[in-house]
């Protein structure tokens, strides 16, 4: 019998998903395709589930299983959460989740020429030269503007429900120029309402917030917001300086970007404040208005 | 309302040590040491974010040691590069001439305002060093020591991951730094060199990939892969394990 997508165990035995074929490997875990479960499905499976904080990570699937069906939906739409721990004599060896679909994934040109699939990252906003080299599309400054918004909307939406990202970095956010939907990745590295994250925290070079390197704090999450707003509008990989981005925010953006990046956690806003300005900006994008600000492509 | 003031970019070194003796023309061993710097590149290509971190550096040796490539993002370097098999086994010529690089290159990349982790080396080898093991195990001293108490040795000593096609594990061990951190790699008995060798750059790639994206938080400065993601054809053993 197949394992549906739809009435999903929360808990689930590897002999219920048959074979599995690995499609991708990170660092901790390899991405595995089953052939007994729905195919939007796939197994991430850790290399060393002994590292795996198992009650966090069942903390998480029952989580979301809590939550109004719009609020799973809402979930579902913007991240790949864990919907279901895979585990053997009382250790989790994995769990699964959504796979990612194809808008977001692109296929890149590598200096030997050779093509290949990728997930498409939000790395690949911070570059226009790298991506020509890649051979992909560059988002114009009005599209890269609605990702952020929806990367606001995503951020919204968790912290509302008391999660923090944590690892808020290029690689683990992905994006979809054509819809303008960004989907998160690696939720086992989130925290849920305070509480440890189901693996060990990692922290992104130059993604770091200097006022808590390796902890993870809503706060945290705010300053990294502002990194992503900043890099993605200016194009680099490693400027804090808000300044850079003036040309590209109108007046009330670039005061909440200096904001974010303060040193200082508690003089940074909420994320409510970002999502205010993001509804007003994505409203006045809808109306064609004329912006006051000028916007000089990277 | 004041914003931090940005901070430097951090740039984490890494470099490819690579044997070119003339035995590394036999089952295909410069053609895969070929085929690593151009997966390097590709890797590196794809991951903007860690290319962006890491900068890359290509030594060859034999009797002689030269700069194939000099320290750069390998992303964007465009030249075409082979190596080109040379006599000899030198192992201090290949140390000495990476000491003077990793000089040259902290030095230069702390003059133009970024904040240097400490490199990596990537030592590939596929056979015993022809040199006096007193002189080789000097050289290395000389790139691999330093004493903060008094700041005498080589301050930009790099973390050295040994890979060995045909090395012997009792060589390699000593060429492990740090002892307590860093592992080396060798042959499993049978294999075939070129492919363990492609084996190895696999270790390689992820290696600088892992490590990009997540050094300058006071770790080692290099992560390498979990050694069950190895090819079958290559062992991992760490100092400890070869006493």
Known sequence: ??????????????????TTTPLARGATASVEEVADADPALVLKRFFRPEIVDADALRRLVRWRLELSELERRQLDHLATWPLAT?????????????????????????????????LREAQYLLSAERAVRLAVSFPDWERRSELIFALIEALDFLHHQHIVVGDLSPRNVLWDGDSARVLMVDCDSMFLGGVGSPLPPTFTVDWDDPADPQGAAASSDVYKLGLFVLRVLAGSFQSRDAELAAPHLDGTGLMLLRASLSPVPFARPGIHAWERWAAGRRAAFRRSEPTNTTHPEV | MATET??????????????????????????????????????????????????????????????????????????????????????????????????????????????????????????????????????????????????????????????????????????????????????????????????????????????????????????LPDDSSLGENVVVADYEDLL
């Open chain 2, 6 to 223: 940005p901070a430097k970019a951090k740039i984490l070194p890494f470099y490819l040590l690579i044997d070119v003796s003339f035995s590394m023309t036999e089952d295909g061993k410069i053609e895969a040491a070929n085929k690593i710097v151009k997966e390097l590149r590709n890797a590196l290509a794809e991951h903007p974010v860690v290319a962006d971190k890491v900068r890359f550096g290509i030594i060859d040796f034999s009797e002689d040691s030269q700069v194939v490539v000099p320290l750069c993002d390998l992303s964007m370097f465009t030249q075409e590069t082979s190596f080109a098999p040379r006599g000899g086994t030198s192992y201090v010529a290949a140390f000495n001439t990476t000491r003077q690089q990793i000089e040259q290159d902290v030095d230069q990349l702390k003059a133009d305002g970024f904040d240097v982790h400490r490199p990596a080396v990537f030592f590939i080898s596929d056979g015993l060093p022809t040199d006096e093991e007193q002189d080789w195990s000097a050289a290395f001293q000389s790139l691999t020591s330093y004493d903060r108490a008094t700041k005498s040795g080589f301050a930009y000593f790099p973390n050295v991951i040994p890979f060995g096609i045909g090395a012997t594990p009792d060589v390699l061990r000593e060429l492990i730094h740090p002892r307590d951190r860093s592992k080396c790699y060798f042959m499993k008995d049978g294999s075939n060199a070129g492919e363990v060798l492609s084996s190895m750059a696999q270790i390689l790639i992820q290696s600088t990939l892992m490590s990009g994206a997540s050094f300058g938080s006071g770790g080692p400065g290099f992560v």
């Open chain 1, 86 to 118: 895979v585990e053997e004599d009382g250790g989790v060896l994995g769990f699964l989740m959504q796979r990612v679909a194809r808008e977001f994934t692109q296929g890149v040109r590598l200096p030997s020429g050779r093509r290949r699939t990728v």
């Open chain 1, 1 to 18: 019998m197949s394992v549906s997508a739809l009435e999903l165990a929360p808990i689930l035995m590897p002999r219920e998903l048959g």
